[in-house]
């Protein structure tokens, strides 16, 4: 019997992410809250404004980040049922090994991707945690034919790893 194989999140980048939101939340407030006062064309208070939603914005973010650095479970998990992608944030849970067609690996412009050839789409679109999810699936349908696609970049491996790990635990 094949033993469950753990591919855990990139806790370094993730802390990294957050840091770097973190100042940018910081930074943005304090600019725009300094720069309101010394304009005269626009009332203070669109760029106070502004300052808070994009603070918050970055703030919202940090925190994402943040939350996935904390999650043990944060990451790939390969088992007899299938792949457990929760490596980021669109991660979509359970891929059943009878669900799955093919996997690959494609290579995007700056990182590549370890692309899961599934049944039904339709399945995984109606699954989706949110609209905006949702909208990233449809977006990976178009782009390569299918909805998920895992970024080994969120993971403490290589995508040659990633790839040689399914491609081990499915050929036992």
């Given amino acids: 019997m094949n033993e469950p194989i753990f591919i855990g999140s990139n806790k370094s980048k993730l802390r990294f992410q957050t840091a770097v939101y973190t100042i940018i939340a910081v930074v943005a407030f304090i600019l725009l809250f300094g720069y309101a006062e010394r304009q005269e064309w626009v009332p203070p208070i669109v760029f106070q404004g502004l300052g808070v939603v994009l603070g918050g914005l970055c703030v919202l973010a940090a925190a994402a980040k943040a939350k996935r650095i904390k999650d043990p479970?944060?990451?790939?998990?390969?088992?007899?049922?299938?792949?457990?992608?929760?490596?980021?944030?669109?991660?979509?849970?359970?891929?059943?090994?009878k669900d799955i067609t093919e996997y690959k690996v494609e290579q995007s412009k700056k990182t590549g991707l370890i692309l899961i050839g599934v049944k039904k789409n339709e399945v995984f679109l109606r699954n989706a945690q949110n609209p905006a999810i949702a909208r990233l699936l449809k977006q990976n349908i178009r782009l390569y034919d299918t909805p998920v696609a895992i970024d080994?970049?969120?993971?403490?491996?290589?995508?040659?790893?990633?790839?040689?790990?399914?491609?081990?635990?499915?050929?036992?």
Avoid: C, M, T
């Avoid at 007899?80 to 059943?96: A, F, N, P, V």
């Avoid at 080994?152 to 036992?172: C, G, H, M, T, W």
């Fill in 73 to 97: 479970n944060a990451g790939l998990l390969i088992d007899k049922q299938g792949i457990h992608d929760l490596s980021s944030d669109i991660g979509l849970g359970l891929i059943k090994w």
């Fill in 152 to 172: 080994p970049s969120y993971l403490d491996a290589s995508i040659q790893e990633v790839f040689e790990r399914i491609d081990e635990f499915k050929s036992n």
